[in-house]
């Protein structure tokens, strides 16, 4: 029987290209459905502050989301990979106007300026991506355990943990490590 790791390795690879081959339709009509799931969660929560990810290796789409959130007059916040602390987040304020740079992993981020770091536990909702989810509230990253650091003991903080993914990426149940961080949601379309 194949270990814990093994596992995840393999299921990520597996969930990871079914996301991919998702066509161009598919991954629209999903963005358009999640938005509107993501908006009247915000508007439920009463939401001001919300942290986003721009999408990555067939990640389902968030940019429609931040520009109705611009539209709303809402803070939105992007993760930019901390410079000092290893595996760790920073959010920095997201703006139409923000200078984007590939991270190590040839994902856009903001360019770092100090004053434009807002901390996490002020966030109201963190949304996050996802490899694989389960009916559980388990969410499978890439991983590098970065929103795992991020969302430890999330139940004490200011903000929830949303995961949001595509329908293809559930499973009946993931195999979990003590480090997994179960999330207070998971949206799917």
Same mark, same amino acid.
């Given at each position: 029987?194949?270990?814990?790791?093994?596992?995840?390795?393999?299921?990520?690879?597996?969930?990871?290209?079914?996301?991919?081959?998702?066509?161009?339709?598919?991954?629209?009509?999903?963005?358009?459905?999640?938005?509107?799931?993501?908006?009247?969660?915000?508007?439920?929560?009463?939401?001001?502050?919300?942290?986003?990810?721009?999408?990555?290796?067939?990640?389902?789409?968030?940019?429609?989301?931040?520009? #109705?959130?611009?539209?709303?007059? #809402?803070?939105?916040?992007?993760?930019?990979?901390?410079?000092?602390?290893? /595996?760790?987040?920073?959010?920095?304020?997201?703006?139409?106007?923000?200078?984007?740079? #590939?991270?190590?992993?040839?994902?856009?981020?903001?360019?770092?300026?100090?004053?434009?770091?807002?901390?996490?536990?002020?966030?109201?909702?963190?949304?996050?991506?996802?490899?694989?989810?389960?009916?559980? /509230?388990?969410?499978? /990253?890439?991983?590098?355990?970065?929103?795992?650091?991020?969302?430890?003991?999330?139940?004490?903080?200011?903000?929830?943990?949303?995961?949001?993914?595509?329908?293809?990426?559930?499973? #009946?149940?993931?195999?979990?490590?003590?480090?997994?961080?179960?999330?207070?949601?998971?949206?799917?379309?």
């Amino acid at each position: 029987m194949k270990n814990i790791a093994d596992l995840r390795k393999t299921l990520r690879q597996q969930i990871r290209q079914t996301r991919q081959n998702l066509t161009a339709l598919q991954q629209q009509q999903a963005a358009q459905s999640l938005t509107q799931q993501a908006l009247a969660l915000i508007e439920q929560r009463q939401a001001q502050h919300i942290a986003l990810y721009l999408s990555f290796d067939g990640e389902i789409s968030t940019q429609l989301l931040i520009e #109705k959130l611009w539209q709303q007059g #809402k803070n939105v916040y992007l993760p930019v990979l901390h410079p000092f602390a290893k /595996g760790h987040l920073l959010f920095l304020n997201h703006r139409p106007d923000t200078a984007l740079i #590939k991270n190590k992993f040839g994902i856009f981020e903001p360019q770092l300026a100090v004053q434009n770091v807002f901390p996490a536990e002020k966030l109201d909702i963190i949304f996050t991506p996802l490899v694989a989810f389960d009916l559980q /509230g388990n969410r499978l /990253g890439m991983g590098g355990g970065f929103y795992d650091r991020t969302l430890a003991n999330w139940q004490h903080k200011n903000f929830v943990p949303v995961g949001l993914a595509h329908q293809c990426q559930q499973v #009946k149940s993931l195999p979990v490590e003590s480090w997994d961080i179960p999330l207070f949601a998971i949206l799917s379309a």
